[in-house]
């Protein structure tokens, strides 16, 4: 998943939706322009993947709610109190993020990172 380094030992509670996340979004974006449209869908979904399975199966409730403080911040330095486990989600949905908004304002010159 992504470019994480152990990712799938770290995560192993997580499905593992890559392929299936890739179909579903070529279904939906199928035409040859929509390349960078699809790399990112299937990010997303997978990240909505990994993410869904730690609120419903894997996190504590007390993680949970450290969880969506982190997220919600949006803020590195505020994840020294997470798991290792939601570090490295947190890292990924921030990273894939800002990677997001960084090529629309290199691309298009518009600055989302607001909207997100």
Not at 16 to 31: M, N
Request: net charge negative; glycine share 4%.
């Amino acid at each position: 998943m992504f470019n994480l380094p152990n990712s799938k030992e770290k995560l192993s509670f997580a499905r593992d939706r890559l392929t299936e996340s890739f179909f579903w979004t070529v279904g939906c974006t199928f035409h040859p322009h929509f390349g960078y449209c699809r790399i990112i869908s299937t990010k997303l979904n997978v990240l909505i993947t990994v993410l869904d399975d730690i609120y419903d199966v894997y996190g504590t409730i007390d993680e949970l709610e450290l969880f969506t403080d982190v997220v919600e911040r949006w803020d590195i330095n505020s994840m020294d109190g997470l798991p290792n486990y939601m570090k490295i989600c947190f890292l990924a949905l921030h990273n894939s993020v800002n990677e997001m908004a960084f090529d629309i304002l290199k691309e298009q010159e518009f600055h989302i990172i607001r909207y997100f």
